[in-house]
């Protein structure tokens, strides 16, 4: 799926995959962190937005 | 191609003159030339409907259902692998289909062919490698090898894998160094020019849902997108709900794909939607090892678990 969006032009930091059990909560802040921290890296996301004016 | 023609209305007026089968589903002339229409033959009489030309480029494996009778089928390579992943989906059993196979030497690609004409194309006739096509204004003799459709010049499936009975002799499957160069080509493109790409491609869409129709790997008796509670994706022209019906259903088809182009022969637009499930029908092909409709015991991708799966993407 990461794939075919970023051959669709979707940049790859945009999507991301985790699987993270309950009892792992240092692992969930860790990768929400890192998330967060590409994503803002990336800006705002003007593809498939859409615009409802 | 005319002893083919033959062989399949000599073989489907003995299924059903036997009682074998209950119907055969073949190609008959369309309305208009250069064209067939799939249709479904109940009675010895009207085999004759049947034919089988270059034409043919939808998919009959769309047209075989769940019935209590047996049906035959004409199928050309493609259309059979979507036949055996039908089996594999439980979507019918292997007794319940008689397969008529027929080796196939490609499909032409009509839009192509229209466009060297000013005028309405009025006869179109082959043989062998060589198509003659007329208009009022002229006549013109093509190769068909020059005017394959995209997936039949990329195909090196041509011969059926599952048949009970062959039309036609085998044919010489082709051997390509790289099976998807267009994919390359969309993939070396910045992420911007890809989604440019993407975007001209479907702007023409009129989200008439033909290219899903047509496909045989479609048959979920409510599609995602023509559900209303909850509605994944919005009904109209706005261009990121078509993009997200086009990404969606592409990705619906991952690791089924047997690129066929049915889509794209059903599409009135000229779009080639297979633009999205080539890029999934490449990367099954190299992080699985996979092609469709090739094995009936082997699960597909997508329904297994093997440690070694590739999972790079995960945390
Ligand atoms: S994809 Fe292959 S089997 Fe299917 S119509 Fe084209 S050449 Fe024939
Ligand atoms: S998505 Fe298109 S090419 Fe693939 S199986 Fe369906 S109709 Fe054929
Ligand atoms: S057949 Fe063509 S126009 Fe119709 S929904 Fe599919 S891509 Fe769009």
């Known amino acids: 799926m990461g794939n075919l969006l970023e051959h669709m032009g979707i940049e790859r930091d945009r999507v991301h995959f985790s699987w993270i059990s309950s009892a792992e909560a240092t692992k969930f802040v860790d990768v929400v962190k890192e998330i967060s921290d590409k994503v803002k890296g990336l800006g705002l996301n003007k593809k498939f937005v859409k615009d409802y004016n | ?315």
Not at chain 2, 29 to 34: D, L, N, Y
């Open chain 2, 1 to 315: 191609m005319n002893t083919c023609i033959k062989k399949i209305r000599e073989l489907s007026a003995d299924l059903l003159e036997k009682g074998e089968v209950e119907k055969v589903i073949g190609f008959a002339k369309g309305t208009i030339p250069m064209a067939t229409s799939p249709i479904a033959i109940q009675k010895k009489q009207d085999v004759n409907k049947l034919v089988f030309n270059s034409t043919c480029g939808l998919n009959l494996a769309n047209y075989v259902s769940k019935g209590k009778g047996k049906i035959a089928v004409v199928t050309k390579g493609c259309d059979d692998r979507n036949i055996v992943t039908h089996i594999v989906e439980n979507q019918i059993q292997r007794d319940q289909i008689y397969i008529i196979g027929v080796p196939c030497t490609g499909m032409v690609d009509k839009p192509k062919i229209a466009a060297l004409f000013e005028d309405e194309i009025l006869e179109f006739s082959e043989d062998n490698d060589t198509l003659t096509v007329s208009s009022l204004l002229k006549t013109q003799t093509l190769k068909k090898q020059d005017y394959l459709k995209g997936n039949c010049f990329y195909c090196t499936h041509k011969n059926p894998v599952l048949y009970d009975v062959l039309a036609a002799d085998l044919v010489e499957e082709q051997k390509l160094d790289n099976l998807f160069p267009d994919v390359d080509q969309i993939e070396t493109l910045d992420e911007d020019a890809k989604w440019n790409h993407f975007e001209n491609l479907t702007k023409n869409c009129i989200r008439c849902y033909a290219c899903r129709n047509a496909c045989p790997l479609c048959y979920c008796p409510t599609c995602f997108v023509d559900e209303s509670d909850p509605q994944w994706v919005g009904k109209g022209q706005d261009k990121t709900d078509v993009n997200t019906f086009h990404f969606l259903r592409a990705f619906h088809c991952a690791g089924r794909c047997t690129d066929c182009g049915a889509c794209v022969e059903a599409c009135p637009m000229g779009i080639n939607v297979r633009d999205f499930t080539r890029k999934l029908n490449k990367d099954v092909l190299q992080l699985f090892g996979w092609e469709a409709g090739l094995d009936m015991i082997k699960r597909p991708p997508l329904d297994t678990y093997r440690p070694e799966d590739p999972d790079d993407f995960i945390k």
